[in-house]
């Protein structure tokens, strides 16, 4: 399966907004309760209900008429909590004994929430820090030094977290934190910052810029500070995602010192081996694997992973997490090639519904795609051309929009005069066939035969050029022979 490189641009800006889940061991343990309560008022409402998310708990609350709403949330330890209306969210802080009230404004959401209450202090602290990270001239200041020289991108990513070391010290007394938030703030900045020094030049290395940008050996005096091993950092995400990182990095360097080709399947293979030698503490080396097997599994399920799971099987000790990864590697294969393709119904503008399989007798390349999705829409012209080159070829080309905005798929398809069948899933993401061929980004485009089977669920780009030209011609050629 092809996917993009993760540029680290996403990467700086996924590492503050990530939903947390960390915890933190609960303080004098004996004889403290176990809920916290929450209660608020949100202004200009827009759904029926507020959610809190922690580690893998949901729950969800209903709003009143005026907004107002209140329950109880079962906690063993101190948790960071993510706070979400249909819209929004915002990160949190809870601890069992707290009672916190809510109040803001959706038309203002971030500026707006406030804290009250029991346990009110860490929370306004988070809210402040998202803004102070969401400033413009931060946000400038960090993008304008991406391809800057080694030295420069360390200088500024040095006074950035100085900055706000300071800012989470000067904090203490005024917001009242507590010394185990505290704590784990000081850990996730540190780790926030090695990752993405660790990342820039992962991602220097790759593009072929690490020999000209300039890294000195004092670039990497940040490894001997950031621990690998870290055990008691369990629940952190961004000690989790720098691990990771970390891993990745070490296992380009491994495969390489030894001269062996360094393909996605020896990298995956080699990260699998490294977690299980470097982690003897069972459960973060569980989580450190399981969380790798996932994401094999997620970026490369249409491919023979039996090798990866072997390996994973005799490594992590937990078996239910065996089960469910194998699970979900069979759903990956049931969209592998020569697999037959379901019955499937799609909406046309005119309101009109056709049935996928009426299709058949040809090739068919389908387009996932969204009015607001902009990779997909740099790849119209290219799929322009492929439809004029193969205008005279047995191969339909079908576009299957996830807009969950009818008007806006309809206007698109009208003004830019859309060629092929353009239909809508009716659902959005949430539909049968997204479900089925597992689309988790677009664009995806999938190649079927003209007897409606799987040829790829991950077909090329039409961007990719000759190749996918190739592919679909040969398709299409096919189909052209069957009929004769």
């Known amino acids: 399966m092809r996917h993009e490189l993760r540029p680290f641009l996403a990467f700086v800006g996924a590492v503050y907004l990530l939903a ?28 029926d209900f507020v959610f809190f998310e922690f580690g893998d708990s949901c729950d969800t609350l209903a709003l009143d008429s005026s907004g107002s709403f209140q329950g109880e949330l079962s906690l063993e330890n101190a948790c960071y909590v993510t706070f979400r209306d249909v819209n929004e969210r915002a990160f949190m802080y809870l601890s069992p004994g707290d009672s916190v009230v809510i109040n803001l404004d959706t038309e203002a959401f971030d500026e707006t929430i406030r804290y009250e209450g029991r346990g009110a202090g860490p929370n306004n602290f988070l809210a402040a820090r998202f803004l102070r990270y969401e400033d413009p001239m931060r946000r400038e200041r960090q993008a304008s030094v991406y391809n800057a020289k080694a030295s420069l991108f360390l200088h500024v990513n040095d006074s950035i977290r ?9 904090a203490i007394n005024s917001f009242e934190l507590p010394d185990a938030f505290v704590q784990n703030e000081m850990n996730t900045l540190l780790y926030t910052h090695a990752n993405q020094l660790l990342v820039y030049h992962g991602n220097c290395r790759t593009n072929g810029s690490a020999d000209t940008l300039g890294f000195e050996e004092t670039y990497f005096a940040f490894l001997k500070e950031a621990e690998l091993v870290r055990p008691d950092l369990l629940e952190n995400e961004y000690y989790l995602a720098y691990a990771d990182a970390r891993i990745n990095y070490l296992a380009y360097d491994s495969l390489k010192a030894r001269g062996d080709s360094i393909f996605y399947t020896s990298l995956n293979r080699e990260r699998i081996g490294l977690i299980s030698s470097l982690f003897s503490e069972e459960k973060l080396k569980n989580k450190l694997l399981i969380s790798n097997m996932a994401e094999i599994v997620d970026f490369h399920g249409l491919d023979d992973l039996s090798l990866e799971f072997e390996l994973f099987s005799k490594a992590c000790s937990d078996t239910t997490a065996l089960t469910e990864l194998r699970s979900e590697y069979a759903e990956w294969q049931k969209i592998t090639a020569g697999n037959s393709v379901p019955e499937f119904s799609f909406e046309q503008a005119d309101g009109q519904s056709i049935a996928l399989s009426s299709l058949k007798g040809r090739a068919i390349y389908i387009d996932v795609w969204a009015t607001w999705c902009g990779p997909c829409k740099r790849e119209m012209p290219h799929l322009e051309e492929l439809q004029k080159s193969l205008s005279k070829d047995a191969i339909h080309f079908v576009s299957i929009s996830v807009d969950e905005d009818r008007q806006a798929w309809e206007t698109m398809a009208d003004e830019q005069a859309l060629g092929g069948y353009q239909f809508i899933t009716g659902s959005g993401w949430e539909s049968p066939f997204t479900e089925h061929f597992k689309v988790n980004s677009i664009p995806r485009f999938i190649l079927l035969d003209h007897e409606g089977k799987i040829i790829s669920a991950d077909a090329p780009r039409p961007s990719w050029g000759e190749e996918t030209l190739s592919m679909l011609k040969k398709a299409a050629n096919s189909a052209k022979s069957s009929a004769i």
């Open 20 to 47: 947390i889940d960390s915890c933190a061991p609960a303080e004098n343990a004996a004889n403290t309760p176990s809920t916290a309560f929450v209660s608020g008022k949100i202004t200009n409402h827009q759904g």
């Open 162 to 170: 100085q900055a706000d070391t300071q800012f989470l010290q000067s």
